[in-house]
């Protein structure tokens, strides 16, 4: 496709370089944005999907633990975590 694009001079190098400028510079800026809201506490990953209560393999496996330390690193909590963070 991009061979006939050329062919017919509908598309360059030059065209290719400034989609891609102006996609990136769209990019980071839904980045920077995203990174600016509120996050939501880690363990809704599980009562979002679940529902309600949860299943025995994640509750025995141990990962519900490791996802309240990762909470607490992420939301700004680094002194609380038994990871060292």
Do not use: C, I
Request: no cysteine.
């Amino acid at each position: 496709m991009r061979r006939f694009l050329e062919g017919q001079k509908w598309w360059d190098e030059a065209a290719e370089q400034e989609l891609k400028d102006r996609y990136k510079k769209e990019v980071m800026a839904e980045f920077r944005r995203a990174e600016g809201l509120k996050r939501h506490p880690l363990g809704e990953l599980f009562t979002d999907v679940y529902g309600g209560e949860m299943p025995w393999n994640l509750v025995s496996s141990g990962l519900l633990g490791d996802v309240t330390v990762a909470n607490d690193f992420y939301s700004g909590n680094k002194g609380t975590s038994s990871l060292g963070y």
